[in-house]
């Protein structure tokens, strides 16, 4: 890490990436140090720490560091250090290491909002990511003095989530890095919505909001313009990126009736309820009401929701692409496919990703098993961790996209 305030966040990061099972070498500049000290790094990492390209000469540690790892991690990375790296600079261990390295590079700068926008940082990242090195853009919030804007370093969680797609799909960092969604906006819904039966009480599910958080993590990372439609969920939102707060089916068809004509991408990974109460109490339901006369059962009437997904398919414009999901309890692979392929003819979207959760499969889970089935053309599975399946998605879409109004004819 360079030397920024925000060095702090980065001992969390390196706990976590060490509790996660990777083995964690740090290497601060000399100036990361005024921010946190050896001791610190040395004790979360396990490691000896070192700053110089003097420092462990018969280890040769400038080129080793970088050649033993699978990823490289700047973060944050100051202004000066993306200036250095992006001037071929060798001049300390770390910037020794992401020259030597072939593995993927992760630069997550922080800086003052006027630094971050200042053309020479502007054309630093520009010559970083050309060169393949994966930038992640800044949060938007409070800095260290007294105003805010674009220049904090994102919630190490979400540094941690990208580092770990990373391991998991190296090849990834040539889209990130590419930025291959920029220019395009997309719409992401996510979580799980309630329909009130009184002021304290709902009908809802146990929809997490993480897939929706990676497709938004993921699509933001790879340049897309994007918004998190998010009813309720367990999980921050990313950083960085608009978020629209929903709770009901109805809320979810009012947000997407305005936000879907827009979009080059939609993805419904919302677990909408299908059934809403007819009516919903001002006062709280009491034990007694509408109990039948032994108070053993009681009814509630409900009425169907709007189909969402329906409606923004059909009124969809061409070049657009719209992907629903489906979570499915299936006696067996085919007939999941079945199910997903008679739900994508019966919604008409273009992309289903569809999942097993029988016997309380994938709800909540880290790791997931997602097939995604297009209108024409074999499905195409992934198993892994949501990001995994989130950039399966997303690639999924790119490719059924109209060309960008600005790219070059191929
Ligand atoms: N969906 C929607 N509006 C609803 C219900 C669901 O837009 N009122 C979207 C979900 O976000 C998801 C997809 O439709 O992307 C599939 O949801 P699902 O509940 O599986 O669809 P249903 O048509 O209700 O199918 P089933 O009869 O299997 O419940």
Known sequence: MAGG????????????????GHQVRVVPTEAALNFVGRPTWEALSGHPVHTGVFDDVPGVEHVRLGGEADLVVVAPATADLLARVAA??????????????????????AMHTAMWQNPATRDNVATLRRRGIVVKDPAVGRLTGPDSGPGRLPEPDELAELAEFLLECPGAAAQLAGQDLSGRRVVVTAGGTREALDPVRYLGNSSSGRMGRALALLAAARGADVTLVAAHVDVPAPSAIEQVAISSTEDLSAAMTELAPDADIVVMAVAAADF???SRSQLKIKKHEGADPIGARTRIDLTQTPDVLAAISAARRPGQVIVGFAAETAPDRDALLELAAAKLARKGCDLLAVNDVSAGKVFGMVDTDVTVVRQQGPGRRVMGSKMLAAQAILDEARSLLAPAPDAPAS
């Open 5 to 20: 305030i925000a060095a702090y966040k980065s001992c969390y990061l390196v706990r976590r990436l060490a509790a996660a």
């Open 88 to 109: 071929g600079r060798a001049d300390d261990l770390l910037t020794a290491t992401v020259l030597a390295t072939r593995a993927p590079v992760l630069m997550a700068p």
């Open 276 to 278: 809403t109460p007819v």
